[in-house]
């Protein structure tokens, strides 16, 4: 009794007072430490009754079979097993069975579990099970599905715990079509009509799965609801980018009076900040304030700093941060992140000066935000001390993408030759840090270099990105090499499914332009997506500029006007190009307008 309520010191004071001690007695001890988490105990305690001559029966095997499980003793686990099996027990007593098979779970040992399963006279929906779920426990979702096939195949009828099971392995690895069957199972059988925990699952598998409308529709459908359906279905909106719809079903489940939880919180801040529901995310903000929810939660706090940081509110993420008790490395990275999402790299440095006085450790993921915002404002220096200590903390070895950010970030600060030289030692660059080099080598005037690079990087199986294009057309730009640029410009969409963007097309623009092709450039220009590139307009009437093209560069103005007709700059680009062609009445013309709009 005392065992079983907890209070081992008690359970352990009577049993010593007991003068003839039997098997029963020391399995409820043995039972109880196993409970309170002190497996340790439990095997001490399984041997001293060994000890004094005790035969364990049945029941002290599934005790001890379970401490084993629950501190990973897999040696004495097998000792164990031979014992039973000596003993001839496993055919006359199918809970043995089962408890051999969650102990190998457990244990990790999963070839051993499945001899032992395959191997019982007497195999049932509980052997099954167990196998699913350790499986399901060590992220082997496939696995855990093969075993639920099998045991269909061999006729035992999924139970709810099994169902339940295979259906958090769909979600986990998309299996929609397998999660379609069991949920045609489910009906079929009628279980939803009686089990909560089915729809739950149901509604959590289709929204891991992308099926939102499926899941939503399935809870609709369902008898009863509660925290955990909504949660499940609010997650997958989240996660899919939904944010409204998320919002919407948190709402929803609030008015069916349905109070939420840590989980629907987590997911309905991650939605507030998809799309910037500052003051949505606020008021919830204060719900959980007001539940005292913060007082012992991280995740919560650190939902509560994405969520501002996300929708800009840098203020009141860093409140949040400041007034949680409990904080760790994710609340002060989505804050870093923030800072320098905003290019406020100064306050980014700061911050991380400030979480170290704490004593917070950073982790991989604060180095990386540091080292770009080192980048982003150059400051070299500062990001030299960040890879001497990370190189301290033997964290480039463990984690290839600090290395790609080193590159990243030298390059960013002008310095080739450091950048050069850490990319020489990574074991595998991705296409960041050959990007970075492209641009750097471009941006030193190192054109030839700068293409070397980009196609060294194509021989090496690394498929560009839009940021990679973009800085291979910039150095075929500033080198004049017209045919080279449009080699790479005209590959992008058929040979890397890259839709050329408004970036993309000002490279180009400015390429021909320099080059004196206007008639190519405008040509170009006719084949944007959009109008609305403010950017290659004025890449356009930069060149007429140059070569005195009048009639181009009024075409280039009539265009860059219709996005904005008081951009000053805009005139003053039409002006420089009607007086480089001699054509001062127009350039006059163009001034007086440009006066008239500043007035």
């Known amino acids: ?96 069975g089962n408890a051999l098979v969650d102990m190998y779970v457990k244990c990790g040992a999963f070839a051993t579990a499945h001899e032992v399963l395959y191997g019982l006279h007497e195999r049932d929906v509980i052997s099954w099970s167990t196998l699913i779920l350790g499986h399901l426990q060590q992220g082997h979702d496939e696995e855990a599905l093969i075993c639920f096939k099998s045991m269909q195949r061999e006729g035992f009828s999924p139970d709810t715990v099994t169902l339940v099971l295979a259906l958090k392995a769909c979600g986990n690895i998309g299996s929609i079509e397998i999660g379609k069957e069991i949920h045609e199972e489910v009906a079929r059988r009628g279980l939803l009509k009686h089990d909560i925990s089915l729809g739950n699952a149901l509604v959590d598998m289709y929204a891991k799965c992308g099926r939102l409308i499926k899941a939503r529709q399935v809870l609709e459908e369902l008898p009863i609801r509660d925290v955990i359906t909504w949660s499940a279905l609010i997650s997958g909106y989240a996660d ?41 995310g606020g008021k919830i903000h204060e719900e959980i304030r007001t539940k005292g929810l913060l007082r012992d939660n991280v995740k919560l706090g650190n939902a509560l700093v994405c969520m501002y940081t996300k929708c800009g509110a840098i203020t009141e993420a860093r409140k949040v941060i400041e007034e949680f008790s409990i904080q760790d490395a994710t609340s002060w990275n989505a804050l870093i992140i923030g800072y320098v999402q905003k290019g406020q790299g100064e306050n980014a440095v700061l911050l991380f000066e400030m979480m170290l006085c704490k004593g917070i450790t950073p982790d991989g993921k604060t180095f990386a935000c540091i080292l770009k915002a080192c980048g982003a404002m150059g400051q070299y220096n500062k990001g030299k001390q960040i890879h001497d200590e990370i190189a301290r903390r033997g964290l480039l070895v463990k984690d290839v993408v600090l290395s790609n950010v080193l590159v990243d970030m030298y390059a960013k600060c002008g310095a080739l030759t ?68 449009q080699i790479y410009f005209t590959q992008m969409m058929p040979d890397f499914g890259i839709t050329p963007d408004s970036e993309h097309f000002t490279c180009m623009v400015d390429l021909l332009g320099r080059a004196g092709q206007l008639l190519r450039a405008m040509s170009l220009t006719r084949k944007m997506p959009s109008c609305d590139y403010a950017a290659v307009w004025s890449a356009l009437m930069g060149a007429c500029q140059k070569w005195g093209d009048a009639g181009i560069g009024k075409w280039a103005f009539d265009n860059a006007i219709c996005m904005d007709k008081e951009d000053a700059a805009t005139y003053v680009s039409m002006f420089n190009i009607y007086m480089a062609a001699g054509m001062h009445e127009e350039a006059y013309r163009i001034k007086t307008i440009l006066v008239d709009n500043l007035a």
Request: glycine content about 10%.
């Open 240 to 280: 899919k980018g939904h944010g409204e719809n998320a919002l919407d079903c948190f709402e929803q489940m609030q008015s069916e009076g349905i109070s939420p939880n840590a989980v629907s919180y987590l997911s309905v801040l991650k939605a507030c900040g998809s799309i910037g529901a500052t003051d949505r």
């Open 1 to 96: 009794m005392y065992a079983k309520c907890g209070d081992i010191k008690k359970a352990e004071r009577v049993f010593e007072e007991i003068p003839t001690r039997d098997v029963a007695s020391w399995s409820a001890l043995i039972s109880g430490y196993t409970q309170c988490g002190q497996g340790e105990n439990a095997l001490n305690c399984f041997e001293r009754m060994l000890c004094e001559g005790i035969t364990p029966n049945n029941v002290a095997f599934l005790c001890v079979l379970k401490a084993c499980g629950s501190i990973g003793a897999l040696n004495k686990g097998e000792q164990i097993h031979d014992e039973i099996i000596r003993q001839k027990l496993l055919g006359k007593d199918p809970l043995l």
């Open 418 to 485: 450091k950048a050069q030289e850490v990319f020489d030692k990574l074991p595998t660059a991705d296409v960041i840090a050959w990007s970075s080099l492209v641009a750097t080598y471009g941006q030193e005037g190192q054109f030839k270099n700068a293409l070397e690079c980009f196609e060294q990087m194509l021989l090496n199986g690394i498929m560009p990105d839009r940021v990679a294009f973009s800085c291979v057309l910039n150095a075929c730009s500033h080198s004049g090499l017209v045919d080279e640029g």
